[in-house]
T-cell receptor, first 112, second 115 residues
Framework: LAKTTQPISMDSYEGQEVNITCSHNNIATNDYITWYQQFPSQGPRFIIQGYKTKVTNEVASLFIPADRKSSTLSLPRVSLSDTAVYYCLVGDMNTGFQKLVFGTGTRLLVSP | DVKVTQSSRYLVKRTGEKVFLECVQDMDHENMFWYRQDPGLGLRLIYFSYDVKMKEKGDIPEGYSVSREKKERFSLILESASTNQTSMYLC??????????????FGEGSRLTVL
């Protein structure tokens, strides 16, 4: 099972681009990388998912290098409302018979 | 939209009490998960289920049991609550394989305090 490592916390200012990197050195061939966002007193919610190269949606981009041993979540022009904890999760999306284990997450604080 | 509903947002129980945490999802998901979340420790997997009546231990199953009698419902049971089980409990469901993307949908959480 791929273990993930993320920075514990990051600080940014409104309008800046924020990049959060996740390390997953023993990622398996069938594993996908998924990022979640969690606000206080709420459950995490899905942000973006990818397998390789680059994925972009309306809220974020996900960059995955060729060796797939790490990934970077990119949040363009953050606002105060992006203050949250961000988790990266690595797992095989083809089967639910697996332990989906989250890391400790990255606490992002966006200041005015 | 997928909805995952946890029966209680806040509970206060006494040491030794039996505690039931209920989770219901409305999207016919086969897979359901129970996590607990504590400051500095992230989300830790307690149990998961991949079908009715099927369950597997996660990383911290001690002191907990689960029940999945119907597809939409996954219950977490603390047979004899202890103070070290004071925590936020999060339920999630998802669909994998050809029918889904593996995205997890979480409930709002149940904050349990054991006195």
């Amino acid at each position: 099972l791929a273990k993930t490592t993320q920075p514990i916390s990051m600080d940014s200012y409104e309008g800046q681009e924020v990049n959060i990197t996740c390390s997953h050195n023993n990622i398996a061939t069938n594993d996908y990388i998924t990022w979640y966002q969690q606000f206080p007193s709420q459950g995490p919610r899905f942000i973006i998912q990818g397998y390789k190269t680059k994925v972009t949606n309306e809220v974020a981009s996900l960059f995955i290098p060729a060796d797939r041993k790490s990934s970077t979540l990119s949040l363009p022009r953050v606002s105060l409302s992006d203050t949250a904890v961000y988790y990266c999760l690595v797992g095989d999306m083809n089967t639910g018979f697996q332990k989906l284990v989250f890391g400790t997450g990255t606490r992002l604080l966006v200041s005015p | 939209d997928v909805k995952v509903t946890q029966s209680s947002r806040y509970l206060v129980k006494r040491t030794g009490e039996k505690v039931f945490l209920e989770c219901v999802q409305d999207m016919d998901h086969e897979n359901m998960f129970w996590y607990r979340q504590d400051p500095g420790l992230g989300l830790r997997l307690i149990y998961f289920s991949y079908d009715v009546k099927m369950k597997e231990k996660g990383d911290i199953p001690e002191g907990y049991s689960v029940s999945r009698e119907k597809k939409e419902r996954f219950s977490l049971i603390l047979e004899s609550a202890s103070t070290n089980q004071t925590s936020m409990y999060l339920c999630a469901s998802g669909l994998f394989g050809s029918r889904g993307t593996g995205e997890l949908f979480f409930g709002e959480g149940s904050r349990l305090t054991v006195l």
